[in-house]
């Protein structure tokens, strides 16, 4: 058997899993074990699949009976679909393990069923994406994917703002999909078939076409700013573990898509490079200064998908620049960085959504500003949120650093002599420095916000702030661990995304490798020292707070006994609580509260200021007034200038005129059949080309 027969029976199997329990006569609990069981067995088939098909020298190509009058079944699976396709498995399993302790059959009976359909539908749908090979198929598959995610992320539909949210991430799919319809139907006419394999034969403005719809119908399901406006509600809106699977995995099929149409076309024109590189610096910078103005833990997180998104989409224009120019370092440089970035974020950005779940559910709510000590009660969902928060900023020794290392070497090595030079490719290296900067900067007040300090909020009445149960912390655990092997040992996977980054080009094997422009030995070397830095700064930590509490217990029994023996000589009682005190110096505060900590708007000033171009805050504030003044507030907020600053005042000012087109609405079936008579006549003299 060969291993694309068995990532076709994974497909299957996935399909299935959340069907096949309903029809079993077992209890709810049993039946969503059962559920995952079989997801997990599809995924784990799927991935020994993927290992078979790389290792096998035959041809891999699958053709099977096909049902629709046009089009083919046409299944194969090479470098680039293997980048993407093995984080769809693997995350696609470890959110469904996390599900049964997050999404409970008891807690949820209306709607389990519902998103375990839904989930499995997901998972095969994107896998069918990665290795369908005829546009036909392609857009059945991701028309499956586009609903099933909407299924699911929408799970919670009585609640109005999921319902908001839902709706336009599904008018959003659809406009990008129409303009997929268009790039397809001129890919057949183009080229006579709707196979997709490589068209050398192309025209430069045929090719142009093809690839200016592939980055507007992809780059909306990627999110890459400006058509991004999707995003942030349907991930902030969906359960925890639906936003790690679409966050961490279904957006970058958007990223697929263009890749491999590109990899598809005649060698590239310069303008392809840059106008990929130019979207992708956008998304970057825009996405990651919309995440550091927000209150929102989970729109937080899904600003920063934007961010990744730009970041590996930078390096994809790097790489078309380099196959322009003929510049195969940096084709190798910007593509295997690109595809090390897909997997890296798929790790650490489900990883801090599965994270979020949790932190969200102890505390109730979203709001970063209501949190806080969190540490204290949830360490283990602390620590592993605080690798997440490294790894995402980009910072040694986690996955996170490996993948923009790479774009950073591709970025120096343009402004190089030799052949051809691009030096103006130089500045993606300042852009990668700055968001770089600014992300550490807004992870660092997450974390801070959200984990350390005083608890801003009383504990919501029978929710318990500790760490999750096993089926939770378990797949955060081994995405964890998964994030800190790739940057303690990055050569094989550096080896595996140069195999993708030459199949993507069609490159011969002597025309270099990309383990030969990078060495990672040093890589390591300095992992190994940071981690061991990391891990005695944390045990003298460790040690030196131990201490410190066992100090003040010690001086606080010695105060209590001290008090009962001087009560005792007076002959007066002392409570057991420890005696009070008052620092000598208290900045003025004698009894300070959790609401005069720093806030994360409050921690977000600085940058949000410097920022102001591409942010815009709405203020709402209460101020004291008079000599005894009332209650008073103030809050801010940053709205997103794509939605709520264009497209929703643009809708409703367009449903206000549309409103007094009155003369249209006759109410009488007789005009309007006669209104679809006369658009079907006009398409009709069109298509046909009468004048």
């Not at 087109?661 to 003299?685: D, H, P, R, S």
Request: hydrophobic content about 55%; glycine content about 12%.
């Amino acid at each position: 058997m060969s291993g694309m027969t068995l990532i076709l029976f994974a497909i299957a199997l996935s399909a299935l899993s959340g069907l096949l329990p309903w029809l079993l006569p077992l209890p709810e609990r049993a039946r969503q074990v059962s559920t995952t069981v079989l997801l997990s067995a599809g995924s784990l088939l799927g991935l020994a699949g993927i290992a078979f098909s790389l290792g096998e020298t035959t041809n891999t190509y699958v053709s099977l009976p096909w049902f629709l009058p046009s089009g083919a079944f046409l299944a194969d699976l090479d470098g680039l679909s293997a980048a993407f396709l093995a984080p769809v498995f693997a995350i696609g399993a470890l959110g469904s393990v996390y599900g049964l302790g997050y999404w409970k059959a008891s807690a949820h009976p209306g709607n389990w069923r519902r998103l375990g359909l839904s989930w499995g539908i997901l998972v095969a749908a994107m896998a069918l994406v990665l290795v369908a090979r005829d546009a036909v198929l392609f857009l059945v598959a991701w028309e499956l994917m586009a609903l099933a995610s909407w299924l699911a992320a929408t799970v919670e539909s009585d609640n109005p703002e999921v319902r908001r949210a839902g709706w336009v991430y599904l008018v959003a799919t659809h406009v990008g999909t129409l303009f997929l319809f268009a790039m397809f139907a001129f890919w057949r006419s183009a080229t006579g078939s709707f196979t997709l394999e490589a068209a050398p034969g192309l025209g430069a403005a045929a090719a142009g076409t093809l690839f200016a719809l592939s980055l507007v119908g992809f780059g909306m399901k990627a999110g890459l700013v400006p058509l991004h406006f999707w995003l942030p509600g349907a991930h902030a809106n969906a359960p925890s573990h639906v936003s790690a699977l679409m966050s961490g995995v279904m957006i970058k099929l958007g990223i697929y898509g263009i890749f491999r149409m590109s990899s598809l076309l005649p060698r590239p024109e310069l303008w392809y490079g840059w106008t990929l590189l130019g979207f992708g610096a956008l998304s970057a910078l825009a996405g990651i200064s919309w995440s550091i103005a927000g209150r929102d833990l989970k729109r937080v997180l899904a600003y920063s998908s934007v961010e990744n998104m730009g970041i590996i989409a930078m390096g994809g224009g790097l790489a078309l620049l380099g196959r322009a120019s003929g510049r195969v370092d940096l084709t190798l440089l910007g593509m295997g960085g690109a595809l090390l970035h897909v997997w890296n974020h798929g790790l650490f950005k489900s990883l801090l959504f599965l994270d979020a779940g949790a932190v969200i559910h102890a505390s109730g709510t979203r709001n970063i500003d209501r949190m806080g000590a969190l540490a204290r009660t949830m360490p283990v969902s602390a620590l592993l949120f605080g690798l997440g928060c490294v790894a995402i900023s980009a910072l040694p020794p986690l996955n996170g650093f490996v993948g923009e290392w790479l774009m950073y070497l591709g970025f120096w090595r343009s402004v190089q002599g030799g052949v051809v030079a691009l030096p103006a490719v130089g500045a993606g290296a300042a852009v990668l420095a700055i968001v770089g900067a600014i992300a550490l900067a807004g992870f660092v007040r997450v974390f801070g916000t959200v984990f350390l300090g005083t608890a801003r909020t009383e504990p919501v009445e029978g929710i318990d702030r500790k760490d999750p149960c096993a089926t939770m912390l378990l797949p955060m655990i081994a995405l964890a661990a998964a994030c800190l092997a790739i940057g303690l040992l990055p050569a094989p996977f550096v080896g595996l995304a140069g195999a993708a980054a030459a199949a993507w080009a069609a490159m011969p094997s002597e025309a270099g490798s990309l383990s030969a422009l990078a060495p990672t030995l040093p890589l390591t070397l300095a992992a190994v020292v940071l981690l061991a830095l990391a891990l005695a700064i944390g045990l003298l930590l460790w040690r030196r707070v131990g201490r410190a509490r066992l100090g003040e217990a010690r001086r606080s029994a010695g105060r209590r006994g001290e008090a009962r023996r001087s009560a005792g000589r007076r002959g007066a009682s002392v409570p057991g609580g420890p005696a009070a005190a008052v620092p000598t110096w208290d900045c003025g505060y004698a009894a300070p509260t959790a609401r005069m900590q720093y806030t994360a708007s409050s921690f977000a000033e600085f940058p949000a200021r410097s920022l102001s171009v591409l942010l815009h805050f709405r203020r709402e504030a209460r101020l004291p007034k008079g000599a005894l003044p009332g209650p008073s507030s103030f809050s801010r907020e940053a709205p997103d200038p794509v939605l709520d600053l264009a497209l929703r005042p643009l809708f409703a000012f367009a449903s206000r005129q549309l409103g007094r087109a009155k003369i249209l609405q006759q109410g009488q079936t007789q005009m309007y059949l006669a209104y679809v008579l006369a658009v079907t006549v006009v398409l009709l003299v069109w298509g046909a080309g009468i004048p």
